[in-house]
């Protein structure tokens, strides 16, 4: 690993350590919605399908809680 590299994400650790916990939340909610922008643009697609897609693609592979299948069947 480069010696850039190791030293950006040190300084980065640092950064983040040092915000409030309101702070990274923010920070969170604004990556976030970078990423989706991202997608959304590399796709050419609205911002509603964006958000459906990353919405099924959540759910893939997931099972249905076993209090909401009907046993009396």
Do not use: K, W
């Not at 850039?4 to 300084?11: D, V, Y």
């Not at 950064?15 to 919605?33: K, P, T, W």
């Amino acid at each position: 690993m480069s010696d850039l590299a190791a030293f950006l994400r040190m300084r980065n650790r640092e950064i983040v350590d040092n915000l409030s916990a309101e702070e990274r939340v923010a920070l969170a909610f604004r990556l976030g919605e970078a990423d989706l922008e991202s997608y959304r643009a590399t796709h050419d697609l609205t911002r509603a399908a964006a958000l459906a897609h990353f919405r099924r693609q959540q759910q893939r592979g997931r099972r249905p809680c076993r209090c909401m299948i009907d046993d009396a069947g």
